[in-house]
């Protein structure tokens, strides 16, 4: 049995690929809506190397509408939820909320013991 080979040009399955990645409204992997690292990855940059606890307490507990479940940037922020272990942040929605509500954090308040 013969095998027949069609060559078929590399422009145009890259065109049929994106037209598919459109079409189902995709988001390719390099682009950062889709990048949601782990909230020790952006502590030291985003939040003024403050401690996770830190973070948590005068953050996540006062603005609720940073959690995911509310439709905010941060995944599981108790760093214990089921199926998933640590904090991730989605990275963008988490950089344009920081900028909005940087004067309504007190960055130099002290965690209570």
């Known amino acids: 049995m013969t095998q027949l080979s069609i060559p078929i040009p590399d422009e145009q ?14 988001v390719p ?41 509310n439709g905010g940037w941060a995944i599981n922020p108790s760093g214990k939820g089921p199926g998933i272990r640590g904090t991730y942040v989605k990275f963008e929605q988490m950089k344009q909320w920081l900028d909005e509500h940087d004067d309504e954090i007190d960055w130099y308040e002290k965690l209570a013991i």
Not at 13 to 26: T, W
């Open 13 to 26: 399955i890259s065109s049929a690929v994106m037209e598919v990645v459109k079409k189902l409204d995709l």
């Open 29 to 69: 992997r390099e682009d950062l809506r889709a990048y949601c690292p782990p909230l020790d990855d952006v502590r030291k940059d985003y939040f003024r190397n403050h401690s996770k606890q830190w973070i948590r307490n005068l953050i996540f507990d006062r603005f609720p509408e940073t959690l995911d479940v």
